[in-house]
């Protein structure tokens, strides 16, 4: 008793099972946002043509264009003026142009790095027929349906008013139904082909755009799956029970009293015992019933199929043994290729056998097991190696593209490389690295059994090459890495910190891969008022005395521009740079920024006001020297702006009694001193300017007093 099983308990997937006396021997399962993309129809544009290569790539929508060959482009494509001409003498840029739009369908799936195959037949399957609009060549009967039955169905579709330039092909399910029945469904796909011309011909619709999409896994297994063997179709989900009934009480009415909505407390799949069958469509080895095992390998040229005796004895000797063995694995081929869905080139290594007729009848019980396929199956025959070549129609993806990913330790080989084999070829790679000119130190991040191996191990070898290529060798063990992953890093002589690091803290943590963000469009805003301060901004050399620059920088912290315009110049920002200071205009190299010396002293401030060590290689945010100094500086002692949500209006520098400062400069000074607050000079502005205390953006935490400037958004 054949039934049909109808699962969407869960909302991530539904599985559709067909079941022969609780042996599982089709199933298919579509998960969400991964729908079958085969047979839908679609309005694309030529995107890019091959002569070389007698094909053009369709832009149909998709990230990867898709393949369009010259032998599947339909004649209605042609120059009218070429319509009579021979197809060998013909080119495909006699069909099609760049830019031009036309109709096609998938025909085979993209996979890996191959796009989509694409044709311009277009072929709609319904219940018994299969329309083909615009290829009038092809027609007849399947190649499944033979003898008497083969000649009443050509008779049958002789009556069939056909238009002209349309070809049609009756399906299996067809055998046996009447003229009626036939028609009705000739009516339905001719229905269905005037809508997608219509769709397609309107010009308000640029393409690409999808016109016509397959049905989900339930309408195709309905479709294409159900046969009058089948007595029961059984739905657990309600909802789904009812789009069930709706769908075959339109295409296949016959078949209505035959779904039933299954409402026991024990899952659908797990009371019919075929949940533990279809686990092991997702395992590499099947085991047999009586001891052996299949292994089935994927590779990127074939699926290669390995079976083994294992703990099979039952025959009387080995030859027996082996053709026992071998049969069971015929049948579970068979079986596992259907559920998997493998379509290709398939190469079976059948236990060696030495007689022909165990051999013949190896390969006859595999045809056997596989006449019910709806697939297209090539099968050969053993050859004296025990090798069987097989192929099979790709009706869709298999079953692993869309529930398996690749392994991230091994990236899908399936091992790894030992711990003495990759220590052996990382102290290459360190060796390499030092060898380098200029290098100074090189950091290897390893996770924990490896660093483990290599440091007491591989010590005495760590320490020669050290020696021997005179650089600093660091061993990190990383408790994120798992082997055979590990980082190296190479630093020059000049890139290294004037403050080491501890090196436990520098391993690198795993990187946390954020959702993209969907960023609203921004509005045009004015900018917020640039403090006077910071208009009249200067950069003096190294060269100028300590008393000059504290003189100036005081006179310019109550200095009025009298301009109203400000331009900004961004020039060289060498060691020497001067600005204009007119009436009516001053230049300044950065908008918005407090004022700072380019001098020695200037620099970093006090000898006790150090910047804390910074990873190398790592977004640090800013430190206080950073955000009271409002610059960042690179290694060439340029300036940078500093993060975007840290625009001190009132920071300054800090100062440090020297006695170098001369009793004028102190007095100045003294007369000048603006508040002073954990060693930190906060110039005042001007007396336009509100005091430090009144300003609403004044904030003070702890010892440190930082006043805060908007930012465009309003919302840094």
Known sequence: MNKMLISATQASEVRVALVKEHTLYDLEIEHPGFEQKKANIYKARVSRIEPSLEAAFIDYGAERHGFLPFKEIARSYFKPELANEPFSRLGIRDALREGQEIMVQIDKEERGNKGAALTTFISLAGSYLVLMPNNPRVGGVSRRVEGKERDDLRDLLHNLNLPEGMGLIVRTAGVGKSLDELKWDLDSLMHRWHAIETVASEENHPAPFLIYQEGDAVMRAIRDCLRQDIIEILVDNPELYEKTKQYIEQVKPDFIDKVKLYQDKVPLFSFYQIEKQIETAYQRVVRLPSGGSISIDHTEALISIDV?????????????????????????????????????????????????????????????????????????????????????????SHLGESAQVSCPRCDGKGTIRGI??????????????????????????????????????????????????????????????????????????????????????????????????????????????????????????????????????????????????????????????????????????????????????????????????????????????????????????KFFPPPSNTYPEMTGERVKDDAQFSSTAKQETENFAPPVMDNHLIPSHAASAPEPNKNPNFKTTGSESTSTQTSDSGKE
């Not at 579970?332 to 007729?357: C, H, P, T």
């Not at 390499?432 to 090189?442: C, M």
């Open 308 to 396: 083994n005796s294992a703990r099979s004895t039952g025959g009387s000797d080995i030859e027996e043994t082996a053709f026992n063995t071998n049969l069971e694995a015929a049948e579970e081929i068979a079986r596992q290729l259907r559920l998997r869905d493998i379509g290709g080139l398939i190469v079976i290594d059948f236990i060696d056998m030495s007689q022909v007729k165990h051999q013949r009848e190896v390969s006859h019980r595999l045809q056997e097991s596989l006449e019910h396929d709806r697939a297209r199956v090539q099968v050969g025959h053993i050859t004296r190696f025990g090798l069987l070549e097989m192929s099979r129609q790709r009706l869709r």
């Open 420 to 637: 003495e084999s990759l220590t052996s070829s990382i102290l290459r790679i360190i060796e390499e690295e030092a060898s380098k000119e200029d290098t100074a130190e090189v950091q290897i991040q390893l996770p924990i059994d490896l660093s483990t191996f290599m440091l007491n191990e591989r010590r005495d070898v760590i320490v020669e090459i050290s020696k021997r290529q005179e650089a600093r060798i660091t061993v990190l063990p990383n408790q994120h890495l798992e082997t055979p992953k590990y980082i190296i890093k190479r630093i020059r002589a000049n890139e290294l910190p004037k403050n080491k690091e501890l090196s436990y803290r520098l391993v690198e943590p795993p990187a946390i891969e954020l959702p993209e963000k969907h960023e609203a469009p921004v509005r045009s805003i004015e900018k917020p008022a640039v403090s006077p301060a910071a208009e009249e901004f200067k950069k003096h050399s190294t060269e100028t005395g300590i008393l000059d620059n504290v003189k100036h920088f005081i006179s310019n912290l109550f200095k009025k521009p009298e301009g109203t315009e400000e331009k900004i110049k961004t020039g060289s920002s060498s060691s020497t740079a001067s600005t204009s200071t007119t009436a009516g205009s001053t230049t300044s190299q950065y908008k918005g920024r407090p004022p700072l010396r380019n001098t020695k002293r200037y620099r970093r401030g006090g000898p006790n006001d150090r910047k804390p060590p910074q990873r190398r290689g790592k977004e640090r945010g800013p430190d206080r020297n950073q955000q009271n100094a409002g610059v960042r500086r690179n290694s060439n002692k």
